[in-house]
């Protein structure tokens, strides 16, 4: 039996390849590796992975359902971890068509592949705590309406879940999604605030603070994120013949954090203050992220295990080393 892992080459995505291999699964990993940001740190991601020899890799647009079809012939792939997705709020008030075409059809393709998939198990996949838009409420609860996205992003994952629904109601489709908050760790985005940070007092630039550094956020280390991945992609909910086997967790931290105490800690480890800009609020972003975790703890027994400090200390000791920083 294999697994397939989409986007395999991102941020979360090796993370969870490697978890797999590392615990002896055979993986075969696509990815189209596009340049949104520099397709050199996905490749020496997939330079890692390729050490593995029950890793295998083909580069795949979710596009091309036929490509995707092909890449896991004859692998006997029977579970699916599906993160490859077009990311970032901001991004998709300037590119929006990119988030339909990886992010919906892409999906969509998705669901089609294990429809179809002879022996199939389980499809689980990447929503986002975006979905939760303007909610105020804290803690942000699976229960909670999620109707009002803000950003073209918030509603392409809530459309995923949607569909994700869907299929799992009329083939009777183990499927689960997860709701990740602010994940960041090593072989992390340069897009995410915490590299941009880290790049920016690296070069004596200016570091922008948005909504003036009133920000909370949960964050969430990636190998906690990897865990609660694995924990429900190893427990298909069952099939009761009455609810559509399918499931949302909210895989968080379960502890919000003052964004100005995240930039004291980065500069800490950095070893060097730095210079703020403060902003007002981007469009699409939310003041506030607050996990609630009560559901994913109850049916797989998730519970993070790595705080901020310890999380932020390996995080640019990471950097450091990624960049020859001494």
């Known amino acids: 039996m294999s697994w397939l892992v989409t986007g395999a080459a991102g941020f979360i995505g090796y993370h969870t390849a490697k978890a797999l291999l590392e615990r002896g699964e055979q993986v075969v990993g696509v990815d189209i590796l596009n340049d949104y940001y ?11 992975l ?6 295998r890799f083909r580069k795949v647009d979710l596009v091309d359902l036929e490509g995707l079809q092909g890449a896991i012939e004859g692998r006997g792939v029977r579970k699916v971890v599906h993160l490859a997705a077009q990311a970032g709020v901001r991004h998709s008030i300037e590119n929006p068509h990119a988030y339909a075409q990886s992010n919906l ?7 089609e592949l294990c429809r179809h998939l002879e022996g199939f198990e389980h499809l689980s996949y990447a929503s986002s705590s975006s979905v939760y838009g303007g909610n105020t409420k804290m803690p942000f609860s699976e229960a909670d309406p999620v109707d009002t996205p803000i950003s073209l992003y918030a509603a392409t994952k809530k459309a995923d879940e949607l569909m ?47 909504n003036h550094g009133n920000m909370l956020r949960d964050f969430t280390f990636v190998d906690d994120i990897v865990a609660g991945v694995l924990a429900a992609s190893d427990s298909p909910t069952a099939d009761d013949g009455e609810n559509a086997p399918h499931r949302v967790y909210n895989i968080g931290n379960n502890k919000p954090e003052k964004l100005m105490d995240m930039i004291g800690l980065v500069e800490k480890f950095m070893g060097k203050k730095a210079e703020l800009d403060m902003l007002p609020m981007q469009p699409g972003d939310v003041p506030a992220t607050y996990a609630d975790i009560s559901a994913i703890n109850a049916d ?19 950097y450091k080393r990624y960049h020859g920083i001494n």
Not at 38 to 48: A, G, N, S, T, Y
Request: proline fraction near 8%.
């Open 38 to 48: 520099d397709p050199q740190l996905k490749l020496d991601r997939l330079e890692r």
């Open 300 to 318: 797989h027994g998730f519970e993070p295990t790595t705080s901020l400090e310890q999380g932020v200390e390996k995080f640019i000791t990471w």
């Open 50 to 55: 390729e050490e593995y020899p029950a890793f």
């Open 105 to 111: 059809v892409g999906h969509l393709n998705i669901l």
């Open 164 to 210: 994700s629904q869907a299929y799992a109601h009329l083939y009777r489709m183990p499927i689960t999604g997860f709701r990740f908050f602010t994940v960041y760790g090593p072989w992390g985005r340069p897009d995410m605030a915490m590299w941009l940070f880290a790049d920016a007092i690296c070069d004596g630039r200016p570091i922008k603070v948005f």
